[in-house]
């Protein structure tokens, strides 16, 4: 599994490439937007680390001039910056997942690891929930009869989750990590925003598992 990190602080980059290649990822590492983008152009990834703030082109621009030319590639972005622009400005680009700094290199490869099973839960980018909807992967997008339907993103964040798992129950320690990064947010507020996802459901698709968390109903 070969990951390219642009990151331009070179100490974290050498601690990330160094406990990544332990794990037993292949990782080529650049300070350099414009370099890694070089190195795209000549090799084939599985997966883009970014950091947001970098030498020649930043993280995000590097995510769109990708995008353009039709590289898509799943891409975390690593970052101190914490303004809302920026960070849905990165998930507007196609990311799948933030990370803030300063983190713990175990929490990166969590990440990592949730992101590349959701990259092979299957070759198709589309999941069939049931007769009328189905939910884009790539495009983080749930449809009914083929239309985008219109959700708020934290809603599309529970969607996004619940479909990765493909059926599997997502327990409330999940969703407050992934949805609310890790919040102080208790079972009740978190039961509160799924209703309001099922609410704007026309299908009955998610259920709830007692005292643990939710999951998608098999189609």
Known sequence: MRLLLLEDEIM??????????????????????????????????????????????????????????????PTIFISAITQIE????????????????????????LHIDRLLKIANISSQTVIQLSKFYSYDLERKKLMFDGEDQPLTHKQSQIMDLLASFGGKIVDFDTLRYYVWENGHVDNATIRAEVHRVRSVLKEHLIESIKSVGYRLKKS
Do not use: M, W
């Open 12 to 73: 974290l980059q050498g601690a990330i490439k160094e406990y990544l290649e332990e794990t037993g990822y292949i990782v080529d590492a650049y300070e350099d937007g414009e370099e890694a983008y070089q190195a795209i152009k000549q090799e084939t990834y599985d997966l883009f680390v970014f950091d947001i703030n970098t030498p020649s082109v930043d993280g995000l621009s590097l995510l769109e001039r990708l995008q353009h030319e039709k590289i898509f590639v």
């Open 86 to 109: 920026q960070i849905s400005r990165a998930y507007a680009l196609g990311c799948y997942d933030y990370l803030k700094k300063p983190f713990h290199l175990k929490e990166l490869t």
